[in-house]
């Protein structure tokens, strides 16, 4: 009797955890708004700004709302420089936004700094307020196995459609 007990228990048990979905094998789709992460922001500029560092304007152009440390202009261990796509196009590593200007300065010189400069002096150092041609937001990086493959893909047949455009 004892064998018999203990056989419903093993049994009840694998019928338990075989029919509980695994988290691992739960699609994306089954949770939506769940996702999290970053997005991925592809951009293109009215002149090269590769090299030079992005800060945050205000929507009237006028005062800064953000801006990194020298110590905040590095992506991985390596220089934050963006990553140069087709026809033009660069993806962001440092936050691009709609209200993004470049500073005088290169990624280079601003991680020399021995300290932050203040608010009124990088905004003296803004070279363009208005330096974007176009972004486009594509979407959380999670969605892409390999961004730069997969960008380049759709820059090359001109659908960007899926993404959305900021500017």
């Given at each position: 009797?004892?064998?018999?007990?203990?056989?419903?228990?093993l049994l009840m048990s694998v019928l338990i955890f075989s029919s509980c979905k695994?988290?691992?094998?739960?699609?994306k789709e089954e949770l939506p708004g769940f996702v999290t992460g970053p997005n991925v922001i592809i951009y293109k500029t009215t002149r090269d700004y590769s090299k030079h560092v992005p800060v945050t304007l205000s929507d009237d152009k006028k005062t800064l709302v953000s801006y990194p440390a020298p110590g905040d202009v590095f992506f991985n261990g390596d220089l934050a420089y963006p990553v140069k796509?087709?026809?033009?196009?660069?993806?962001?590593?440092?936050?691009?936004?709609?209200n993004s200007a470049f500073l005088q300065w290169t990624y280079y010189e601003y991680s020399r700094l021995e300290k932050t400069p203040v608010a009124t002096e990088l905004l003296k150092m803004v070279l363009d307020s208005d330096p974007f041609e176009v972004i486009y937001d594509c979407g959380k990086a999670s969605k892409f196995s390999d961004p730069e493959v997969e960008l380049n893909a759709k820059i090359r047949t001109g659908n960007l459609s899926?993404?959305?455009r900021i500017k």
């Amino acid at each position: 009797m004892k064998s018999y007990s203990l056989f419903k228990i093993l049994l009840m048990s694998v019928l338990i955890f075989s029919s509980c979905k695994s988290s691992s094998k739960i699609q994306k789709e089954e949770l939506p708004g769940f996702v999290t992460g970053p997005n991925v922001i592809i951009y293109k500029t009215t002149r090269d700004y590769s090299k030079h560092v992005p800060v945050t304007l205000s929507d009237d152009k006028k005062t800064l709302v953000s801006y990194p440390a020298p110590g905040d202009v590095f992506f991985n261990g390596d220089l934050a420089y963006p990553v140069k796509l087709e026809n033009g196009f660069l993806l962001d590593r440092r936050g691009i936004g709609k209200n993004s200007a470049f500073l005088q300065w290169t990624y280079y010189e601003y991680s020399r700094l021995e300290k932050t400069p203040v608010a009124t002096e990088l905004l003296k150092m803004v070279l363009d307020s208005d330096p974007f041609e176009v972004i486009y937001d594509c979407g959380k990086a999670s969605k892409f196995s390999d961004p730069e493959v997969e960008l380049n893909a759709k820059i090359r047949t001109g659908n960007l459609s899926d993404f959305k455009r900021i500017k």
